[in-house]
């Protein structure tokens, strides 16, 4: 298996992330233990780490990178099939807070090994968590080099994305009915500010926002976090608020949810990226949101 990504920024950066990538390029076929993974990211990390083959089984929503479609669904997120499960004869299963704790407690009581990870919410948690998950799975080198490439890459695209004194205004949507976004406790908050952003909705204590709240904070930039919603219907109801200078100056984007709410230590590099050059309106004029256009950042596997 060979990893590698495609980048629009510069030689430089191409080159450090194509490098850190590179150290993950460990043979699929080499013996590991049997996992089941119940958490996307997780899923997404295991394949950087070389353990692509050794995932017997996933949820419906572990869709990256491709091969990660293939196996065996034992559930979602949250609810999960103990008897699918068991079949599969697990030596390893990785969750997450959102997994049914009781399905869980199940399979510890019959000696099956089961880490739970918890949502990170910055970078450093991020690195912290793969770093877990490579001392579980007996990769801790192979992650040790994929962070440290990954950090010199990230901290250079956070010096240039935070030297400007005036952080522009964001307001990140999560959901439409009801109006939701994020706090200063989630990772979006996190790309936000690492990208050299301030997000208006961060000391909102539930997440739920009101249009009126975003009249009177009058971002600069909307970014649409995907979930489900229909990009040309956002467009025409935000459109209708004249007054935002996001909505008169057409600075109205849509990023993949499942790259920004389930971050792995690569992605969420690319992410701070992206969100930078949305920033820096090195995308003009909405063009991302209409056409796809823009920026490019995805992480692509090829066996």
Avoid at 207 to 220: A, I, R, T
Wanted: proline share 4%.
């Amino acid at each position: 298996m060979r990893v590698f990504c495609s980048w629009s920024g510069g030689k430089d950066s191409a080159l450090a992330l194509f490098l850190f990538l590179l150290f993950a390029s460990v043979a699929c076929g080499e013996s590991g233990p049997r996992i089941i993974s119940l958490s996307p990211p997780l899923t997404e990390e295991l394949y950087l780490l070389g353990l692509g083959q050794s995932i017997v089984g996933n949820t419906i929503y572990c869709v990256k990178p491709e091969d990660a479609k293939k196996k065996e669904k034992v559930g979602s997120v949250v609810n999960v099939n103990l008897e699918k499960i068991l079949k599969l004869k697990p030596d390893l299963v990785l969750a997450s807070p959102l997994t049914d704790k009781r399905a869980l407690d199940k399979l510890q009581k019959i000696g099956i090994d089961v880490h739970v990870f918890s949502h990170p919410k910055n970078f450093q948690e991020i690195k912290e968590r793969f770093l877990k998950l490579s001392e579980i799975v007996g990769r801790k080198e192979t992650a040790l080099k994929i962070v440290l490439n990954c950090e010199r890459v990230y901290f250079r695209i956070k010096q240039s994305s935070t030297k400007e004194e005036k952080r522009p205004k964001v307001f990140v949507q999560i959901g439409r009915n009801p109006l939701f976004t994020a706090t200063k406790d989630s990772i979006l908050n996190s790309f936000i500010e690492d990208a050299g952003g301030e997000n208006i909705g961060k000391d909102s204590r539930t997440g739920l926002f009101s249009e009126e709240e975003v009249l009177l904070k009058n971002p600069e930039y909307i970014i649409v976090v995907g979930m489900g919603l229909d990009e040309k219907e956002e467009k025409e109801r935000w459109s209708k608020l004249k007054e935002l200078r996001a909505v008169r100056d057409g600075k109205i984007f849509v990023v993949d949810s499942y790259k920004f709410c389930s971050p792995t230590v690569v992605t969420y590099v690319s992410g701070v990226k992206e969100i930078g050059e949305i920033l820096k309106e090195e995308v003009k004029n909405g063009k991302r949101y209409f056409e796809g256009k823009g920026v490019r950042s995805d992480l692509h596997w090829r066996r």
